[in-house]
């Protein structure tokens, strides 16, 4: 009979872990997902600085070029700045895991 109930607990265990796996496995679909809305966020913000920056005091006609050019250049300042965090992240994971 104990071994029954051994065989019991040792099941509800593996039961747990497993739970555990899927919860984890959710933290961190959750996780990748809040990065892209910050992505998109701050590709919004980005847009919407830099049109700020050229309408504010500007005359009514603005170079459109110029603009999508200053934007594109922010996004890319933008995407480098999430690279760097990204693997700042990568690294304080990794030497918490070690």
Known sequence: QSEKELQDVVKQQEEKMLQLIDKSGEVMRLKGEISQLKRSL?????????????????????????????????????????????????????????
């Open 42 to 98: 701050q590709r919004a913000e980005t847009e919407a600085k830099v049109l700020w920056e050229e309408l504010r005091g500007k005359e009514p006609k603005v170079d459109t070029t110029y603009v999508q050019e200053r934007v594109l250049l922010r996004h890319e300042v933008d995407k480098l700045r999430l690279l760097l965090l990204e693997k700042e992240d990568e690294n304080l994971l990794l030497s918490d895991k070690y």
